[in-house]
């Protein structure tokens, strides 16, 4: 073996397993940015305590402000980490949640809801985008517990052979397509809905034809 093929042996190894080593810190991670988001977006009602406290009206507005910036920070934050399940060789070769790509979709539909309502006024926009939150959670924490971390324990050994992707990489890959197949409908909806928005707001700033006057002629007067 030549020294070239020997560097080039080790060069793949080293990206290999440090490509491997990123996903799986990814997956390790996760469960914290969820448990930051859940709580951020659950603690509303003392953030609104708390500035309904304060009698300096700069320092209220500056604490809501952060606190809007942080939560939604950490949501997009978390989609953006969610990808990773929607990439199908990650999710047929490696030790994923099997429930992932739903978690990521629920999310998804979550912020769909905060860009479409106002979440911080409406009530049942708020409790909406806390039910996607919640149910996007417990589908990753259900199987990320009970199959992935408990993988060795004997009692637990249903769990690890149905909830993790790399042990049924089938039924993995079919809950993969249909997650990615609904997070393309609702950004699809998204996009949609964004340009419906931005039509109405610019014909709504049109002038209208009777406001109209042509060259060298006056608008008559209202008497």
């Keep these: 073996m030549k020294p070239d093929d020997v560097a080039n042996a080790i060069t793949q190894a080293l990206v290999q397993g440090g490509s ?7 997956v390790a991670f996760l469960p914290a940015m969820w448990t ?3 709580i951020l977006h659950i603690g509303r009602p003392y953030v609104v305590r708390t500035l309904r406290r304060c009698g300096l009206r700069l320092g209220a507005d ?7 910036l942080m939560r939604d920070g950490v949501l997009l934050a978390t989609l953006g980490m969610s990808l990773i399940f929607f990439a199908p060789a990650l999710v047929a070769n490696m030790d994923f949640p099997i429930t992932g790509p739903l978690a990521a979709l629920c ?9 479409s309502r106002r979440v911080d006024d409406d009530v049942a926009a708020f409790r909406l985008a806390t039910v ?23 009692y637990l050994k249903w769990f690890a052979d149905n909830l993790t992707s790399s042990a049924n990489p089938q039924l993995a890959l079919i809950i993969m397509w249909v997650s990615i197949a609904g997070a393309a409908l609702v950004a699809a909806w998204i996009f ?3 340009l ?13 034809t009777a406001d109209i006057v042509p ?6 007067a209202i008497s």
Aim: glycine residues 2%.
């Design 107 to 115: 999310l998804l539909l979550a912020l769909a809801v905060k860009l």
């Design 215 to 220: 060259p060298g002629r006056h608008k008559p």
């Design 36 to 38: 930051m988001a859940l």
């Design 132 to 154: 996607f939150l919640v149910l996007g959670a417990t589908l990753y924490y259900f199987p990320l517990v009970f199959a992935i971390e408990a993988a060795d324990q004997d």
């Design 20 to 26: 491997q080593w990123l996903v799986a810190s990814l």
């Design 62 to 68: 500056v604490w809501w402000m952060s606190y809007l």
């Design 192 to 194: 949609f809905r964004a």
């Design 196 to 208: 419906a928005s931005v039509n109405r707001k610019m014909v709504s700033q049109l002038p209208r």
